[in-house]
């Protein structure tokens, strides 16, 4: 048999879990479709030796599993049976029990549509991005309304002076947005200054634009090598020069099937960094990268955290030993942290209670153990804090 006959999630509460699933139809190879008849539930704490917990019939869809730990991490998966067809397994998803957190609202001053924001490092303004390409610039604290920045801006970030930020800005052609160039807004008389143009339009520029911590550069991913244009994926981090405005390619993945999803510079140790990626899959459903450490100077990378979810870094706390992760391993979209120090990793937030009704951000960290989210729900609109330990 071929594709997933259930599609697996699970959310947390005080000492338990509630599993959801759907059914979905199996199909073998010679294109013989049927639906599983039952099904049974496994779990595990390790996720290498799973047990049955439960046997399902087809027609149910939930299930609370209770006298849990909580702070631990448990995993479970489903097998679908009969059918005439071999078993199908689920992947695996993870989640840790708990009592739900909600954040905590901040500010006095409304902002009700922000896709993206930053914060700057010292905590007095922010830059955001409404659901258009314009980025606004506004007083953090206390709060103010924003004021435009740019126009057509896709990543954008703060130098840490607090006074300069960084933009891809974006061009259209064909119908179609394409990276155009890399520009420095002055937040105070909002003057531009061009740093780099992208001639090539298939340069794509635009994963994650990060500062560096000395602010002589400015970091993203891309397609872009030496000498030719690549498609998708985006393999390579690059450094851009703010004085000499020299291009560096910092990693060199051109030779291996790898795709680049995310990376954040290390706090402790600059032009270093923590990537997320794997080798390259077409399908979105079979992307399962893991995290790594990459050592620009001697040209290395170190496995961190090989557990084969599609993640994304948020953010690096302060001190640098949390990276902030938003994850879909429990099969829905929540944010966990990752602490480099114990090597262990903890669920954060509870989007669920919220059910399909919510709109938030990326996150930022206030400080060591403090994150900031935008949120829109019903009648909670603004930034929000989270606490972590």
Known sequence: GILNSYAIGAVRSDGAV?????????????????????????????????????????????????????????YFRIVSLHCDLDSIVSGAIMIQPGPNQFPTLTGDVIISSVEKFRLSDDKQKVIYKPSSDEWYVADYNPMSSGKKLSD???????????????????????????????????????????????????????????????????????????????????????????QSQELTKLTDFDAIDFEMTDFIEDPNNPNNFYIIGGDYEMYWSNRKYDIYYWNTIDQTLTPILLDAYYDKIESISPLGDKILLESSRSGRSEFWVYNLLSEQISQVSDWHLYGSNKFRTNVEWTDNNTLLVHMSLFDQKGFAEFKVD
């Open 152 to 242: 057509k801006s896709f990543h954008a970030d703060w130098l840490p002076d607090n006074i300069h930020v960084a933009c891809i800005n974006l061009m259209r052609k064909d119908n179609a947005l394409y990276s155009h160039s890399i520009d420095l807004y002055n937040v105070e008389t909002f003057q531009t200054t061009n740093l780099h143009t992208i001639e090539n339009l298939g340069d794509y520029y635009m994963g994650g634009l990060q500062a560096s911590l000395d602010g002589n550069a400015l970091f993203f991913y891309s397609n872009k090598s030496i000498g030719q244009s690549e498609s998708t994926p985006l393999r390579n981090i690059w450094s851009l020069n703010m």
């Open 18 to 74: 509630d599993l959801n699933w759907g059914i979905y139809q199996i199909i073998d190879s010679w294109q013989k479709v049927c639906y599983p008849d039952a099904a049974d539930i496994y779990m595990s704490v390790d996720k290498l030796n799973f047990e049955k917990i439960e046997s399902i019939s087809a027609e149910e869809s939930t299930l609370t599993v209770s006298n849990l730990e909580n702070d631990k991490i448990y």
